[in-house]
C-alpha cells in the first residue's frame, strides 16, 4: 500500500515525499484511514513504529485544507523531550504549510512562559504539551481550547505511571465536547482502558504489537560482574570508528554520573542525561547526541520512551531495567523504523532472573555472549525467579522446586 491510496491529500503527500517516507508503516496504514474518517481512535503501538506520523498526517490534512487561525489541535505527552520531538515533526511536516505549532513544557526560562502564552493566546494552530504545564497556563485563564477539534494523547500508559490522570481529565474539561479523540500507548492495561472509557467515543481500536522489541534488533547479553563492567564497554567501543552512536542506560541518575566519570578515562566525548539535570542542560546535551557530535550518551530511562535519535549503533543497558516493557523501551532506541542495530545488557549475578523475565516478556531466548578472555570469568546463568511481592512482575511468576532457599535474592532497592 502506498500514501496515496492512504486518502491523504496532495499537499500532504508532498510533506511526505519531502520527508522522504516512501511507504507508511502498519501502524499508519491502519491508524490514517480511520483518522481521516473521524472516528475516535485507541491505538497500541511502541515507538519507532512510525506512530507520530499515524496520527499528525491525518490531522495535518484537516487543518491545511480548511485553515484557520486558531487552536484546533491539542497534543498530551508524558515528558518535555517527546513534545519538542514531536513539535519537530510537525515542523517538519508543515514547513510549506501555513499551519503553526508550538511545544509547551515546563522547565525553561521566563521567556519560554512568554512566547507560550503568546501561542497559547493567539491561537497556534497546535499545541503539544506536557500536563503540569499546561494547567499552570489553563489556570491563568487566558487559554483559547474553545475551537480545538482534534486531541490526541501520545504515550498514555506513560503519562499514567507519572501519575498525570488528574491533570488529563482537568485539561479535557477546557476542550469542547464535540472533538475527535485520539489516544496512543505502548502498552494497554486495565487503567488505560479506564481513561479510554472515560474519553473517547466509540473508538475504534489498532494494535500494532504485542510488545517486542524491533525486528531489526540483534539482542545479546553479558553475565559480568559490576566491577568488570565498565572494562567491557570500553573492550566493545574503543579503536572501533565505525561505532559513532552508542547509548548506554542506567535504571538510576546517581550511576549516570558514576558510569560517565569511570568511562570519560578512556573515552573523552561522551556525556550523560536525566533528570537531575535542568531543562537547557537536558536539550543541549540531547541535542549535541543528536547531531552525532557525542559519541556516547548515558541516560536514564527518561530517554527510553518515545524519544527518537537517528543511527544509535548500539544501546547498551548498563544493568537490567526492573519492568521488562522499559527493556522494550530501550532497546528500541537502535533500530527504528526499520533500519538494523544492537542491544546489549550487562548482567550481573543478581539481575539475571530479570533478563529471564524479559525473555519470557518477549518470548525470544537473548543470546549470552562469553566476556573478552582479558576481563576474566563473569559469574554464570542461574536465573533464579523470586520476587512475589514484584509488581512488575505480570503473573509470569514460576515457583522454584525443592526446598532448598533461592541464594540470589536481593530485593532491588533502586528507585
Ligand atoms: P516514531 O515511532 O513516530 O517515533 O517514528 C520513528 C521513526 O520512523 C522516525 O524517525 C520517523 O521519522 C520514521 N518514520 C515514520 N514513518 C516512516 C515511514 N513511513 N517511512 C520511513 N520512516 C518513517
Known amino acids: ?60 490534512d484537516n487543518l491545511t485544507k480548511d485553515h484557520k487561525h486558531e487552536t484546533s489541535v ?37 521567556s519560554d512562559w512568554d512566547s507560550e502564552k503568546r501561542a497559547l493566546t493567539s491561537g497556534a494552530n497546535i499545541i503539544v504539551a506536557t500536563p503540569g504545564r499546561l494547567i499552570s497556563h489553563l489556570n491563568m485563564g487566558y487559554v483559547k481550547f474553545d475551537s480545538v477539534v ?9 503519562m499514567l505511571d507519572i501519575g498525570f490522570y488528574d491533570d488529563i481529565i482537568k ?5 469542547p465536547k464535540k472533538r475527535q479523540t485520539l489516544m496512543f500507548s505502548a502498552t494497554m492495561p486495565q487503567k488505560i482502558r479506564q481513561l479510554a472509557s472515560k474519553i473517547l467515543t466509540k473508538p475504534k481500536e489498532i494494535n500494532i504489537e504485542i510488545s517486542k522489541p524491533p525486528e531489526g534488533v540483534l539482542q ?21 570508528p ?28 561522551i556525556q550523560g542525561i536525566s533528570s537531575a539535570f535542568d531543562q537547557n542542560k ?40 526492573t519492568d521488562a516493557e522499559d527493556y522494550v523501551h530501550r532497546v528500541g532506541r537502535t533500530a527504528r523504523a526499520k533500519a538494523t542495530g544492537v542491544a546489549l545488557t550487562l548482567v550481573n549475578e543478581n539481575d539475571m532472573y530479570k533478563l529471564k523475565r524479559i525473555e519470557d516478556f518477549i518470548e525470544t531466548p537473548i543470546m549470552k555472549i562469553p566476556l573478552p578472555p582479558a576481563l576474566g570469568e563473569g559469574p554464570s546463568w542461574n536465573p533464579v525467579y523470586i520476587s512475589l511481592s514484584d509488581k512488575n512482575f505480570k503473573g509470569k511468576f514460576r515457583k522454584r522446586s525443592g526446598k532448598k532457599k533461592p541464594y540470589n535474592i536481593k530485593r532491588d532497592k533502586r528507585t
Do not use: W
Request: aromatic share 8%; with cysteine.
Open 1 to 60: 500500500m502506498n500514501f496515496k491510496e492512504l486518502g491523504l491529500s496532495n499537499q500532504m503527500l508532498e510533506a511526505i515525499s519531502y520527508m522522504g517516507f516512501e511507504q507508511p508503516t502498519p501502524v499508519q496504514e491502519l491508524a490514517i484511514p480511520s483518522i481521516l474518517a473521524g472516528n475516535d481512535l485507541i491505538g497500541c503501538a511502541q515507538t519507532g513504529t512510525g506512530k507520530t506520523a499515524a496520527f499528525v498526517l491525518p490531522v495535518l
Open 74 to 110: 491539542l497534543i498530551i505527552v508524558p515528558t518535555r523531550e517527546l513534545a519538542i520531538q514531536i513539535d519537530q515533526a510537525i515542523q517538519g511536516f508543515t514547513y510549506f504549510t501555513p499551519v503553526d505549532s508550538i511545544a509547551v513544557y515546563g522547565g525553561g526560562g521566563g
Open 242 to 269: 565505525e561505532i559513532t552512536s552508542v547509548l548506554i542506560f542506567s535504571s538510576t541518575k546517581l550511576k549516570v554520573n558514576d558510569i560517565v566519570r569511570d568511562l570519560r578515562k578512556t573515552e573523552k566525548n
Open 220 to 240: 545479546a547479553a553479558y553475565l559480568v560482574y559490576d566491577t568488570q563492567k565498565t572494562a567491557l564497554i570500553s573492550s566493545l567501543i574503543e579503536n572501533k
Open 150 to 158: 482534534h486531541l490526541i494523547l501520545d504515550e498514555a500508559d506513560r
Open 171 to 175: 485539561i479535557i474539561k477546557f476542550l
Open 282 to 321: 537536558r536539550e543541549e546535551v540531547l541535542s549535541d547526541y543528536r547531531a552525532k557530535k557525542t559519541r556516547i550518551l548515558v541516560a536514564t530511562d527518561v530517554l527510553s520512551r518515545g524519544i527518537d535519535i537517528k543511527d544509535i549503533d548500539i544501546v547498551i543497558n548498563y544493568d537490567v531495567p
